[in-house]
């Protein structure tokens, strides 16, 4: 296992730069995490799409049930536990499709009720409340039901890259834990062997990865550190590089004066209007400012590269978004150290 | 939103991320100021505010914050186990029943680790601290949930739990019984036994035997709980933030509590970008003609936050008239995190 780990490392060290696909290829799951409101969402999509681009057949798994991840490829019914395709691929730039799925625990409980010959009663057990007691019994059952569906997607190759988009902070590290919590409820059976596998996938950095995302402020910030930290403690599960989102690109010349740069461009300024364009960019200079610290504090107090995305100024956020922030993590992770050997 | 009742209780709700701990520890501030004794119960604040606001670690029990105001300001930070603790005790039929069940592995699961157990908590602790009569407001925030409204099913949760078939056939204690309870639940044992371990089963007999004679209690008091949050005196306000992704879920919120027959009471829309005038769409054509110049990157900067903030405006307007007539607040952006009474003064003064 260690040498195929330091092959892997060496072959990526010596002839793969970090490129989109490279990066992408260094673990087939990517969980994506972070606290809410943070972008999760967005993240997810960009770095499927980015993937896609690179020629991998990319698949999301969310979880919660919401409709943003399909909006954002601009599909207007909600995913489904069939799987969809939500980026076609093809054509001539090569790009393989980003296809995505919901992945609910009562979906993934039936499903492995089915596979384990307990399709006849699977019906009886959800209508007659025994789910709901076995789940309140077995804490942590629902998550390893879903966990064990990625595990089996991941074991089956059933797409290049798979990005799982988790639940929000608190809840991820909680959800992914359930695996190390059921070892210790369970001692045997399926549940057990289950909880077995995804603690497997889970320590595994050459099959899994998590992916935290922030932004740069100072209680994302805080969270993040402390969620990475929990997750190497208390899941043992490998860290990718952190993706600080929402960060207000640069514009450099901000302080100069609206009047004098007025004069330079032999422009004329309404009434008022020179307050105006310098109240923003006050606001800006001191936003990007307040941004450049917490990108300090947080490479301070976490030591992993970080992956920078913009702000859009666009609200919304649609198939032509995506595409502008995969571009961006693509730059982003070209600009990363080469990878360190673990 | 100065006509926001400053008595009674006030549930902060809305998607992750977007402010609740601020809003709700400002608005239980303004109720201190109002004269009100107020206290606010927060689930998980970030570290900075709960420092200013005495909750170094989990109390269980509300701290007093001093300052210059004429109530009372109150703060806890919920201890979702020891609260749950209390509970069991409050209805157990002695020290030993007490005991049993809080030993009980599965009990400890149940405390610790179930979803909707810390919702179930928090609205438990609003009750207790309605019902105690020491506070004229007591303001909470919700939980960031996987489902919107989870807190508001919480407290049925454990009792559709005590309410299940199976389990009742389980506790039931006369010999009478026994035999029709064999069949059924002896099936059902052994299917679930081999699945996840005939420890678990054992666990789980156990507490629910423990739990004998204890449902009726925590029926009642989930009962109680249901009532005040259906109260009409009880005050709902969506927090969201003008992205289109928080508007989108706290659209679908609303929707979701009113179905239950609830209705928002105000909205506060935080985080708002500055304003800088209105678009006209001049400023973004400048900015392309002079683009390369100085004065065009400043135009460019001028156009990115006017035409962020007409978005932002317009998903204003949505929600508000989603509220309405629900009266509204507005937060801006504010320069600094909120992580002190002072800022907790400056969100206030822009919602009152």
């Known amino acids: 296992m260690r040498a195929l780990t330091s092959l892997r490392m060496a072959v990526s060290r010596g002839e793969l730069h970090l490129d989109p696909a490279g990066f992408c290829s260094q ?5 994506v995490a972070g606290k809410g409101g943070v972008g999760k969402t967005t993240v997810s999509a960009a770095l499927a799409r980015m993937a896609a681009l690179a020629g991998l057949t990319t698949l999301i798994v969310e979880i919660e049930g919401k409709s943003g991840l399909a909006r954002a490829f601009g599909r207007v019914q909600p995913l489904t536990y069939e799987e969809v395709t939500l980026a076609p691929g093809g054509g001539r730039s090569g790009a393989a499709d980003v296809r995505a799925r919901t992945l609910t625990p009562d979906d993934a409980l039936i499903e492995y009720l089915h596979d384990h010959g307990m399709r006849r009663i699977s019906k009886r057990l959800m209508k007659s409340g025994a789910v709901d007691v076995v789940s309140t019994a077995v804490p942590g059952i629902r998550d390893i039901l879903v966990l064990g569906k990625v595990k089996a997607l991941e074991r089956d190759a059933h797409a290049d890259l798979i990005v799982l988009d988790a639940p929000a902070a608190g809840h991820a590290v909680t959800f992914l834990m359930s695996a190390t919590g059921l070892l210790d409820a369970v001692r045997v059976g399926p549940i057990r062997t289950q909880a077995q596998e995804v603690v497997d996938l889970l320590s595994d950095p050459n099959r899994c990865q998590v992916l935290l995302v922030t932004l740069a ?5 805080n969270e993040v550190v402390e969620t990475a930290f929990k997750l190497e403690d208390r899941v043992g599960v490998s860290l990718a590089p952190v993706v600080v989102n929402g960060l207000y690109p640069t514009l450099t ?3 100069i004066d609206p009047v004098e740069a007025a004069s330079r461009s032999s422009a004329h300024l309404r009434n008022g209007e020179a307050e105006t364009l310098r109240a923003a960019a006050d606001f800006r200079r001191h936003r990007q400012q307040l941004q450049a610290e917490q990108v300090a504090r947080l490479a301070d107090a976490l ?4 992956l920078h995305l913009p702000y859009l100024f666009t609200t919304g956020l649609g198939p032509a978004e995506v595409d502008v922030l995969a571009a961006a993590l693509g730059d982003a992770v070209r600009g990363l150290p080469e990878p360190v050997a673990r | 939103m100065r006509e926001l009742p400053d008595q009674g209780v006030v549930i902060c709700c ?11 520890a400002a608005l239980a501030l303004e109720g201190a100021r109002r004269g009100r004794r107020a206290c606010v119960v927060t689930i998980d604040p970030a570290k900075r505010l709960a420092d200013a606001l005495g909750l170094a670690e989990l109390t269980n029990t509300p701290g007093k914050i001093e300052g210059d105001w004429s109530g009372e300001l109150w703060a806890l930070m919920l201890d979702t186990k020891t609260t749950f603790d209390n509970l069991v005790v409050r209805y157990a039929g002695g020290e030993e029943q007490a005991r049993r069940i809080l030993a009980n592995g599965l009990y400890r699961n149940i405390s610790g680790a179930l979803s909707g157990t810390q919702e179930y908590m928090a609205m438990e602790k609003l009750y207790e601290l309605h019902d105690e009569d020491r506070f004229d407001l007591v303001v909470v925030d919700t939980p960031p949930t996987r489902n919107a409204l989870d807190f508001l099913d919480a407290p049925r949760r ?11 056939l389980l506790v039931m204690p006369t010999r009478a019984y ?3 309870v064999s069949a059924a639940t002896q099936a059902f044992l052994r299917t679930v036994a081999k699945v996840v371990g005939a420890e678990v089963v054992g666990d789980a007999v156990a507490f629910f035997q423990a739990f004998e004679g204890m449902e009726q209690g925590f029926r009642e008091r989930a009962q109680h709980v249901n009532d005040l949050l259906a109260d009409p005196a009880t005050v709902f306000v969506l927090v969201a933030s003008p992205r289109a992704d928080t508007v989108e879920e706290a659209l679908f919120f609303a929707d979701k509590l ?4 609830i209705d928002v009471d105000a909205l506060v829309v935080n985080r708002l970008h500055p304003r800088f005038g209105d678009t006209n769409g001049a400023e973004r054509e400048r900015a392309d003609t002079l683009a390369g110049s100085d004065l065009g990157t400043l135009y460019a900067n001028l156009a990115d936050f006017r035409e962020v903030s007409a978005r932002e405006e317009s998903h204003f307007a949505e929600l508000a008239a989603k509220v309405a007539p629900a009266p509204v607040g507005r937060v801006p952006f504010l320069s600094d995190d909120v992580h002190d009474l002072d800022g907790l003064t400056a969100v206030g003064s822009h919602l009152f």
Do not use: Y
């Not at chain 1, 402020?217 to 910030?221: A, D, G, H, K, Q």
């Not at chain 2, 454990?158 to 009742?168: G, K, M, P, Q, V």
């Open chain 2, 178 to 180: 026994l035999k029709a």
């Open chain 1, 27 to 31: 673990t087939r799951v990517l969980i």
């Open chain 2, 14 to 24: 809305g998607s992750g991320g977007v402010g609740k701990t601020t809003v709700a």
């Open chain 2, 158 to 168: 454990l009792t559709r739990l005590l309410d299940n078939r199976i389990f009742r």
């Open chain 2, 258 to 261: 009113h179905e239950a027959g």
């Open chain 1, 253 to 255: 010349g901000l302080d």
């Open chain 1, 217 to 221: 402020e100072e209680t994302p910030v």
């Open chain 1, 303 to 306: 030591p992993l590269p970080q």
